[in-house]
Each structure stands twice: as structure tokens, then as C-alpha cells.
């Protein structure tokens, strides 16, 4: 009978440890993941929650029937960095009569692009007709890109062909001797007739001993060549940090970048300036971290590129 009940006793102290151990972790997890279920921060209202509510409104717009997907921010977690980041919403009608500069040439921009009317599957954004090949060159920015339209988050180096044809060579960190080394040699033969070729770097060579002219000077070399091709060729300009990084990286650093670039390069690249046109007319960027964004930004940014492509 006495070891019947320390049998019992014992048990009961097992099934406790248990019990405490799976609090403890539940509990840890719910702290860990606790920006998933979001808050209250300054009266707005983040994560999930922000995201319910975002839905409840959006019903109320459409009369409870769903004509196109609803966009959120996703809290996907991401790596790449400006030199290893330093270590360191409102939706609006894109319609708008005020113009940009594309390459030169003022265009009404916003009446093309359709912010609010993206198909569930954003590969399939701007379909049909004879529109260009793309081939995208770009940094951790570019494969953030990536991961938004093909929900694979798997890769960090990205060389491959899309289920559109289009083509993708990024890798996170990388800057201009990535670019000349690896970047570009592996698409080189698929540059000619009816691509386009898109640039999106410069972020993690600002403030370094790289400068604004050595990507002028080897962009406009290689456009050159490739427009002489039949290619189109494209410098997609830098955008946006939420805040000043510890190497100094700061959003008026990048206004001068950007600056340079537009007026350095040659009647040869299209400057497609997103920075200006998100901010301007979407509103905000959606940052995940100090330098990255969230997958509706790169989105945003996909959608100004493809806009400026093939109109």
C-alpha cells in the first residue's frame, strides 16, 4: 500500500514538471511571437490586430464580397544588410494627376498603376501582349522582392527563372563588385531583343569607398552594350531606411545617391524612381526591420517597376 502511493505521488509530481514545462514554453512562445498578435502602440493598432481590422473595413467597403485580395504586411522575418545593416498606411488611390520623371520624360505615372487591384497570383500583375523579358540585378532588397511574389522565402541567393521567364540574379549584402563578378556574367547571354534589364543596388555600397560614379561609369558601359543588343536598360533608384544606421546610412545620403545616379547616367538607362513615387503617392514604405521591407512594400515596388516597363 506504501509504494502504491509513492507510485502515486510520484506520478502526480511527473504529470506537474509536465505541466509547468509546457506553460513555460507556451508562454515563450507567445512573448517571442507576441509582435504577431500585435498591440496597441499610440492609439494604432499592430499586427493582427491591425490586420482584422484592416479586414473588417475593407468588407464594409466592398459590401461583404470579395472583388480582389486584400494586401497586408507580413511579419516575415529576413536577412541581408547595408554592410551587414551597420551592426546596427494608409492606402491611397494611386490615381493621382500630378507627374514624375521617368528616364526624362513626364508621364501621368499614378493612373497606371492600379494600387488597390493586384490578381491573387502577382506574377500575373501586368499579363498578356508582347511585354519584355526581365532580367533583375539587386541585392537583398531584390530577393525580399522575390520572396513577396513567390511566397518561397528558401532562398537567400536567387539565380533563377520565374514561371513568367523572367529572370532573377540577387543575392543579400551584395554591392557593385558582387555585380560585375556575379551578378551580371550569368545573364549576359540572355540580354538582347525584347528584355528588359533592371538594376536595383547601390544601398550597401553608400558611404563606402564605392561611389555613386563607379556605378554610373560601369551601368553605362554595360547599357551600351546591351542596348545595342535590343535591350531596354534600367537603374531602379534607392530607397528608403527607417532610420539612420549606425554606419551613418541615412535617408539624406540616399537623396544624394539618387541624385548622382539620375543625373550621371546616359541616354541609355531609364532612372525609375520609386523612392519618390511610393512615398509620394502610396503614402509610406512598410518596414520590417531598419533597412528591409515588409512584403506589401516590395510588392509597391515591383509594381512601379513593371509600370515603368511597359508602359
Known sequence: MKDDLNLFRNLLILLLILVLAGGAVCGYQLYKNRDAYGAEEDGELTGLRKLISEAEKWLDRSGGS???????????DGAGDAQNEASGQDS??????????????????????????????????FPGGERR?????GDSRTVGMYW?????????????????GDIWSA????????????GVPPVQEEIGENTAVVILMGVNDIGSRITADDYVDYVNEKAQDWTG??????YTSVNPVRE??????????????NLKMQEGLSENVQYIDTNSVITQYRGQFDFKDALHYRDSTNLDVYRVVMTAIIQ
Do not use: C
Open 171 to 182: 543575392r543579400e549584402g551584395m554591392g557593385l563588385a558582387w555585380m560585375k563578378e556575379y
Open 229 to 234: 543588343k535590343g535591350a531596354l536598360v534600367y
Open 133 to 137: 523579358r526581365v532580367i533583375f540585378i
Open 244 to 257: 539612420t544606421l549606425p554606419n551613418g546610412l541615412s535617408n539624406a545620403k540616399i537623396d544624394e545617391w
Open 66 to 76: 470579395r472583388s480582389g485580395p486584400l494586401q497586408p504586411s507580413e511579419g516575415e
Open 92 to 125: 491611397q488611390d494611386g490615381r493621382s494627376d500630378a507627374n514624375d520623371t521617368w528616364g526624362g520624360d513626364d508621364q501621368d505615372l499614378l493612373g497606371l498603376i492600379v494600387w488597390d487591384e493586384f490578381p491573387e497570383d502577382p506574377f500575373d500583375a
Open 148 to 164: 513577396a511574389l513567390s511566397k518561397d522565402q528558401s532562398l537567400h541567393e536567387v539565380h533563377l527563372e520565374d514561371k513568367n
